[in-house]
């Protein structure tokens, strides 16, 4: 099942489209679908595809699929620039680092240009890193206008995106596109986009299933707005799309689902 639902508040009126799946197999097949046909419409109109990949295990499944047929074959990954939206400071040996599992599930397999494939980098000072990563950002984006042409993100169970954890003053940047900060919970320093630069992107993709997820999906779809319990609801784009493609597990609590 597949539907779009509308819903508001006193500060603000989000449109956004809920893809409802049985399973997190029958997610991953839809959205690999879905992504591929995006990428060849976008093509059909300028010479590049701006993509910013998600880590962690939720879309492994997923891409895994787009490195096979027929995916693999009708995508023109030689016109695909890949960025990542977040990152943990640790080497891209350590099997915790994202560019390195996106790589073993889906870059090593297909035909990219080296050459823009722009992974964040991890060995050095996290702050330079980050400061870095918008360098390059600012090399393909102005100040204003559309950013990337996608976003793919998830959501932890406990209302994270990116690394925009529950209160981490990350969630509140204005300005910056990129930033660095340590992590207690994890001991560790995180990268990430902000908000100010994801909100401007075309379409916004959230991967999120499990009943695990179930409590964070409705509080961030259909609770009252407090970005700093759940920072997915900062994610707001200006004027792209958003969807949020789920399983039935973590739909459960959802009310707006029929739309």
Known sequence: MAGSVRYGNEECEIFFMLHIYKSPGDIAVALAEWITRRI??????QDRFTWVLTGGNSPKALYDLLASSPYK?????RKLHIFWGDERAVPFSDERNNARMTYRHLLDKVPVIPGQV???QTEGDAAESARNYEKILHGYFGTEGTSFDLVLSGMGDDGHT?????GT???HEKDAWVSAFYLDAQQMYRISLTAPIVNRAAAVAFLTFGANKARALYEVLEGDTNIDVYPSQVIQPLSGELHWWVDEDAAAFLTKRDG
């Open 73 to 77: 074959e009708r995508i023109e990954w």
């Open 40 to 45: 060849e419409t976008v093509l059909q109109t």
């Open 162 to 166: 990116l690394s925009l954890f529950p």
């Open 169 to 171: 003053n990350i969630i």
């Open 118 to 120: 722009h992974v964040m």
